[in-house]
T-cell receptor
Framework: QQQVKQSPQSLIVQKGGISIINCAYE??????FPWYQQFPGKGPALLIA?????SEKKEGRFTISFNKSAKQFSLHIMDSQPGDSATYFC?????????????FGTGTRLQVTL | DAGITQSPRHKVTETGTPVTLRCHQT?????MYWYRQDPGHGLRLIHY???????DKGEVSDGYSVSRSKTEDFLLTLESATSSQTSVYFC????????????FGPGTRLLVL
């Protein structure tokens, strides 16, 4: 059972456009929602994260929007650049008694064209 | 890379052979994790450790075992490798100041023939 659903699988955006990636979760025990960026051949790198008591968090061109009642959150990349071309993963964290465990979405491959 | 190294970075092995992957960290982080990454599945947790000799299973632990005899090393063993274990394996740590945030190593690409 996939607890974090991510869409779309792939996304093509023109340079300067807005990239939007959506995630939905089911487990109400999740209390921390990070996004990771991964380039080919590299490990995932933390991009931005949010807690459910906040509806929006912005860091530079990257914004997370969070809707607790709908159990959905999304990543917006403003003024998308070719260097943003990568795979993006949403994730959700819950403490299990011994550690905080992350559950990942299946990823979105973003391509930013010139 | 949060001071994480993984070895080997690439490995080709045959079905039925044991394989051990090593994750090494230099900053005495308490929590360490092993994930596998496969197309269409994202990253899935295999095992994790919350201290020396303290480990627990993740989502996809069948066919894998782990050991942590010292803080800096977390070993993942495939007892008898199968083709379904062909994957990219990532180690991660979380830091004391925010144990919910995980930082990933560079990965090990494993091919089981």
């Amino acid at each position: 059972q996939q607890q974090v659903k991510q869409s779309p699988q792939s996304l093509i955006v023109q340079k300067g456009g807005i990239s939007i990636i959506n995630c939905a979760y089911e487990n109400t025990a999740f209390d921390y929602f990070p996004w990771y960026q991964q380039f080919p051949g590299k490990g995932p790198a933390l991009l931005i994260a949010i807690r459910p008591d906040v509806s929006e968090k912005k860091e530079g061109r990257f914004t997370i929007s969070f809707n607790k009642s709908a159990k959905q959150f999304s990543l917006h990349i403003m003024d998308s650049q070719p260097g943003d071309s990568a795979t993006y993963f949403c994730a959700a964290s819950a403490f299990t008694g011994t550690a905080s465990k992350l559950t990942f979405g299946t990823g979105t491959r973003l391509q930013v064209t010139l | 890379d949060a001071g994480i190294t993984q070895s080997p970075r690439h490995k080709v092995t045959e079905t039925g052979t044991p394989v051990t992957l090593r994750c090494h960290q230099t900053e005495n982080h308490r929590y360490m994790y092993w994930y596998r990454q496969d197309p269409g599945h994202g990253l899935r947790l295999i095992h994790y450790s919350y201290g020396v000799k303290d480990t627990d299973k993740g989502e996809v632990s069948d066919g894998y075992s782990v050991s942590r005899s010292k803080t800096e090393d977390f070993l993942l063993t495939l007892e008898s490798a199968t083709s379904s274990q062909t994957s990219v394996y990532f180690c991660a740590i979380s830091v004391a100041t925010n144990e919910e945030t995980q930082y990933f190593g560079p990965g090990t690409r494993l091919l089981v023939l």
